[in-house]
């Protein structure tokens, strides 16, 4: 951007920034001299590229922390970490997963690296995925991609490529004749794969041409209890060759024959040509790739894979991949209290009444539908499906729910903080539990007569509080926004209209994706706390 930097190691570019690079060759012939602007303007460029292709640095968040990958202004994202749930997708939403395998294959004799990324979408059986994006782009706009789904049936057949559990982790260290080891993540590890990359090319400039180059190394093993002289030779010299400026693989495989934690030892032993003038022998180990015979067909779990060659479109960290998920089938019952159909719904009796007594991942170990008053579900049902302006001139129903559920939280503080989300509440009554409804048709009364109230000490008093609030911001997922979180805010109407300073209160109503539903609940929050 014409300003001068010295200390160009150090610097972060942003998008759109101008870089000029000038070279200074001293006076020390024209051969070296040229070996040096190349060797120089290679490095340098490498440096730059890598700074604007740089993945952003990971948010921190508290100690213990785990990811929320819907509900969040960072956009809805793929989790890589370990120990979050598959989620439970009630409506429709798009949702990012959770990882269950990456693997990186080295293809085309060494030129590409394969992405191959298996993401459980959720709980199963599912309706339907649709408007698959890869890193905010629709697959397909991007090349060199294909993709393969399963909806979470029980007897759902294993995904082509996925019959060993394959894991790919990120080593980065560079190859030395000391040799370096790796410790396997993973301690029911049966085989590994090494992804080994001459980042700088593999070549030799002799006489004005760009020949082969070749580099050697050493493959070893031991099991990770083992002495550290124990290791065992599977490879004792693997030749790599090459004719490339450019990155370019190899790959060394090693069958450890049980299952276990193991130790691999790498070692350069030597290079072809390695005094020329312009040359490059140098590897590194890139990443490993862990794999374990398996034959997991992921039961009742909605699966999404894809596979991709890295391009200028598609590389370096790992991809973040969402889809839009028509949820689970669930039981929907008539006005006979029997079940009618079961299938997809957005209706928030039925899903709420699904978690509470679905036995594999809501609370159905602890209520079944005998526990429930099935003719207050069904109220409700009707409820929600009757029919109110949309704000458009048009009509819509009443309450929807598109609801993924991500978080680990009490069965009973999900049913709750769902219900509450339209105006209800789930009650124990008469030995059951029924769902109640703050509902216009049905409004709340309390009669004071003389069997329930004390003569002369009685007296009833509604005051206007002044700290209460006028104006109410709402935080939700967005339909019309690809789900995208959105905030909406609504003020009393008499309170403007009076000058009354703003009194704001936040409310998050998660499981609600329509504009015109969140308008409808903010202006009953606004009304209830007034």
Not at 102 to 114: C, F, I, L, P, Y
Not at 128 to 150: G, K, M
Request: glycine fraction near 6%; aromatic fraction near 8%.
């Amino acid at each position: 951007n014409g300003k001068r930097l010295d200390n160009w190691t150090s610097l972060r570019p942003n998008n759109n920034d101008s870089l000029i690079l000038t070279i200074d060759p001293q006076d020390f012939g024209l051969i070296a001299m040229i070996a040096t602007i190349i060797s120089s303007v290679i490095s340098v460029v490498r440096f730059i590229m890598s700074l604007f292709s740089q993945p952003p640095t990971p948010k921190q968040g508290g100690a213990g922390r785990k990811q929320e990958p819907i509900y969040s202004f960072d956009g809805i994202r793929t989790v890589y970490g370990v120990g979050n749930p598959v989620p439970l997708i009630y409506g429709q939403h798009r949702v990012g997963g959770q990882m269950l395998q990456m693997a990186v294959d080295v293809t085309s004799g060494g030129k590409r690296q394969e992405l191959s990324l298996l993401l459980g979408l959720g709980e199963g059986p599912i309706t339907d995925v649709s408007c698959i994006e890869i890193n905010d782009l629709a697959l397909a706009n991007v090349l060199s991609t294909s993709f393969e789904t399963r909806l979470g049936t029980q007897t759902q057949s294993i995904i082509p490529g996925y019959s060993q559990a394959r894991n790919t982790y990120f080593d980065g260290r560079e190859v030395t004749s000391l040799g370096i080891v790796y410790t396997t993540i993973g301690n029911q590890v049966e085989k590994a794969q090494m992804n080994i990359s001459a980042i700088q090319g593999l070549f030799v400039v002799h006489n004005n041409a760009v020949i082969n180059n070749t580099t050697r190394y050493r493959v070893e093993y031991k099991h990770t209890s083992w002495s550290a002289d124990s290791y065992t030779t599977v490879i004792s010299q693997k030749t790599f060759t090459a004719k490339t400026m450019t990155e370019v693989f190899d790959k060394a495989e090693v069958d450890f024959g049980s299952k276990s934690s193991w130790d691999m030892r790498l070692t350069w032993l030597s290079a072809q040509n390695k005094g020329a003038l312009i040359t490059q022998y140098r590897i590194w180990l890139k990443n490993v790739t862990e794999i374990t015979e398996a034959t997991e067909t992921y039961s009742s779990t909605a699966l999404l894979s894809l596979k991709a060659i890295a391009t200028n479109q598609l590389n370096g960290s790992q991809p973040q991949v969402t889809a839009v998920v028509r949820g689970l089938e669930v039981d929907q019952y008539n006005a006979s209290l029997a079940v009618a159909s079961h299938g997809f719904t957005q209706n928030p009796a039925w899903c709420v009444l699904d978690n509470m007594t679905n036995s594999r991942y809501g609370a159905g170990a602890y209520i079944t539908t005998a526990d429930v008053n099935l003719q207050s579900f069904y109220d409700f049902s009707v409820l929600c499906n009757s029919q109110v302006p949309n704000g458009i001139g048009g009509l819509e129903d009443q309450h929807h729910i598109d609801l993924v559920i991500d978080k680990k939280k009490p069965h009973w503080d999900w049913m709750q903080s769902i219900s509450a989300n339209y105006k209800s509440a789930i009650i124990w009554s008469n030995g059951q539990y029924k769902i109640i409804t703050d509902r216009a048709d049905t409004p709340v009364r309390q009669v004071f007569h003389a069997g329930n109230t004390i003569r002369e000490r009685t007296s009833v008093k509604m005051d206007s509080d002044p700290t209460r609030p006028n104006q109410v911001t709402v935080e939700f997922a967005n339909q019309a926004l690809d789900y995208g979180m959105d905030t909406l805010f609504t003020q009393d109407s008499a309170a403007v209209a009076a000058n009354e300073p703003v009194k704001n209160f936040d409310l998050s109503l998660l499981g609600i994706v329509r504009q015109s539903e969140i308008q409808r609940a903010a202006e009953y929050h606004i009304r209830r706390h007034r």
